[in-house]
């Protein structure tokens, strides 16, 4: 078995710095009690065996070094009579009797006091975010530089709980909203120590909810839409100029709001598609641009609409319609059938990731389709196209336009109002 070395005691040293028990006594302003260090020493045989190499081994450890020179371990002897060497004494013991010996053992000693700092101005100005300092040691210290502007940002919500403002109008000298947006995941814990509990929406989480959480203003959800029919109003009052294209972007609250006769609704993935969408009356476009549609959460004009979503023909596709279901029941797929699938043979391809999770809102020819996808494997003989590993995906601009056209034209007239 291999004695102890320094080099082994300045490694359990630096396990404990790594852990953070190094610097959790200046947060807990508690005296530090003597810490023992692991020893493996040498045993009785091979002090008979091995002499020479004991004594190497007892001077490496620092046990005849002088005061000034000392280790910054204590080492403990433990005196016995050998049979062959008559009285012996061996270390039993090495103890770290100081924080400042554990410090400077592996190098630490700035460090610390910069922590230390750290605790003393916090103390200071938010004696609430100590047991954040004492949880995550490490973690404050790396962030030393900008500690007193993370302070200043609490302080100024203190002052100001849920201001309804932007990011950017938190006005703190060296603070600017990027800033905060960098130090979300950060200032969450410390706001959620410092704030009273009125202050906090515990409904939202995450980096992605800070502005909700804290009741600061955010970036509103917009909706990029087409009018498919031109004699729609507003624009039969003249809003637009005659042959302007009808694409417009709504935050989610006006389209919330909307009051227009559209009683169909399509939603596709795909800009080209989105823009190239033919004209039908009563009938708007909206661009997905893929998986999230809280933004239509609220506009409950649109339960009275007959809605389709076109998506690309693969697994993502069809969870795609799986979650807009979630939200709008009664949302049918358009042009994600098999027909269509097997009409464009030339133009599949390959899916690397499949979706493999069952999708529960699919209607039965759309199951047996994604069932097609994922599990029968329908594959490419394109050449080229790794055949036997790859499913097929045909996504959905590459559908022959005059096929759209007709899929269109085939869709159930909508119901003429008196």
Known sequence: MTWTTPADLRAQVQKLWDKGDLLRPCVQGEPVPPRRLRLTAPSSSDLADRFDEVRAWMKALGCSAPVDRAPHWRIELREFRHRVL??????????????????ALIGRQKEAKRFARQVLQTSAQQPSVLPWLEKRPLNALALADAWPRLLAVVAWL?????????????????????FIEANRGVLS?????????DAIDNGASGAGQFCQRYG????PLRIRLRLLDASLTPFAQGMLPAGAEHDITLTQADFARLALPVRRIFVTENEVNFLAFPAMADSMVIFGA?????VLQGARWLQGCRLYYWGDIDTHGFAILDQLRAQLPQVQSLLMDHATLMAHQSQWGEEPQPVLRELLRLDAAEAALFDDLLIQGLRSNKPGTTAATVAVRLEQERIGYTWVKAALAALPALEVHP
């Open 189 to 197: 814990e410390l706001l959620d120590l410092a704030l009273p509990p």
């Open 86 to 103: 008559g009285v012996c004494a061996v270390p039993e013991a090495l103890w770290l009797d100081t924080l400042d010996d554990a410090l």
């Open 290 to 294: 893929g998986y999230g549609f809280e």
């Open 216 to 219: 600061f203003k955010d970036k």
């Open 158 to 178: 203190q002052a100001h709980p849920r201001p309804g403002c932007y990011l950017r109008q938190v006005d703190l000298p060296d603070v600017d909203s990027k």
